[in-house]
């Protein structure tokens, strides 16, 4: 099946630090999300873009919706201890009641 | 409000056994699906339903079954498991014009031996 390619798998960084992530596809998506899961819970919506070049911010976090709408882009800033989680992307075409999601980055944030 | 729940939140079944994961929401959500999860694999989708009476398949809905005979309730059946179903099930419901929302329940992590 359809997959989205999520990079990197893993990071660890230390307190304070800048975070990139990024997801990509070999389809087009009318809309991308980006949901963040921590141990033992379902996952969060973050942030939902709906246009292609679309900048998002939600707090120290900004999203990006790529232009050829096959990647999109979550940025993290000055990061702390509760970032901690799994970041997964979702795509989404239009006339389907379907998500596909990304196979999620793992952040671990040293203090 | 209670969101979206999940029952049980562990389970570990014999290969062959069936069983039920149960999942409920109260926010009047027309839209409720299946997702599981496995390691390195993200979620995948595995039901999913528009509204009572109306189910459809995602991308892995072999071994599993599903019923929506009420707004609230989406329960996931298995009917004989395998080892390969071993997973953590996760429920979702949305409203049918925000589909980007969806409420995800905590999870029940499934074992079959």
């Known amino acids: 099946g359809q997959q989205l390619n999520q990079s990197p798998q893993s990071m660890f960084i230390q307190e304070g630090e800048d975070v990139s992530m990024n997801c990509t596809s070999s389809s087009i998506f009318n809309t991308w999300l980006w949901y963040k899961q921590e141990p033992g819970e379902g996952p969060v919506l973050l942030i939902a873009l709906y246009k292609a070049g679309e900048l998002t911010s939600n707090g120290r976090l900004t999203a990006q919706f790529g232009i050829t709408r096959k990647d999109s882009f979550l940025n993290i800033s000055a990061s702390i201890p509760s970032d901690v989680g799994i970041y997964f992307c979702a795509g989404h075409t239009s006339g389907t009641y379907k998500y596909i999601f990304g196979t999620g980055t793992r952040l671990k944030v040293l203090a | 409000n209670a969101g979206v729940t999940q029952t049980p939140k562990f389970q570990v079944l014999k290969t062959g056994q069936s069983m039920t994961l149960q999942c409920a929401q109260d926010m009047n959500h027309e839209y409720m699906s299946w997702y599981r999860q496995d390691p390195g694999m993200g979620l995948r989708l595995i039901h999913y339903?528009?509204?009572?009476?109306?189910?459809d398949q995602g991308e892995v809905p072999n071994g599993y079954n599903v019923s929506r005979s009420t707004t609230e309730d989406f329960p996931l059946r298995l009917l004989s498991a395998a080892p390969s179903q071993t997973s953590v099930y996760f429920c979702a419901s949305a409203l049918a014009g925000a589909l980007y929302e969806q409420y995800f329940g905590p999870g029940t992590r499934l074992t079959v031996t």
């Open positions: 339903s528009v509204g009572a009476g109306i189910t």
